[in-house]
């Protein structure tokens, strides 16, 4: 199917952690880029932390030192370890992946630009 599924959001005062995973399902082939995006209420949606097949990682520079993006191509999966959380960081995080190789039927599909369906992270006290 070439989805993607997060988990791991909620409601957390600030300077507190959260730890954010997203799956890949069906029968997976290949993923490229991975990276987790957030979108608050009245902007746009913004590029958290994104990180390659070898491990390269780039980060916003609002999340810079607090944050780290991590994945297991095995197990087609991407986490954000969340540290250090303030109330700007409420958001719904949406995890993508810019290129998944999945089969289906007996052949092998390609979908690009494929999102998750989004988790809440809400930072208040």
């Known amino acids: 199917q070439g989805q993607l599924v997060e988990s791991g959001g909620g409601l957390v005062q600030p300077g507190g952690s959260l730890r954010l995973s997203c799956a890949a399902s069906g029968s997976i082939f290949s993923i490229n880029a991975m990276g987790w995006y957030r979108q608050a209420p009245g902007k746009e949606r913004e590029l958290v932390a994104a990180i390659t097949t070898d491990g390269s990682t780039n980060y916003a520079d609002s999340v810079k030192d607090r944050f780290t993006i991590s994945r297991n191509n095995a197990e087609n999966t991407v986490d954000l370890q969340m540290n250090s959380l303030k109330p700007e960081d409420t958001a719904v995080y949406y995890c993508?992946?810019?290129?998944?190789?999945?089969?289906?039927?007996?052949?092998?599909?390609?979908?690009?630009?494929?999102w998750g369906q989004g988790t809440q992270v809400t930072v208040s006290s």
């Open positions: 993508n992946a810019d290129r998944v190789k999945h089969w289906r039927g007996g052949r092998l599909y390609t979908s690009y630009g494929v």
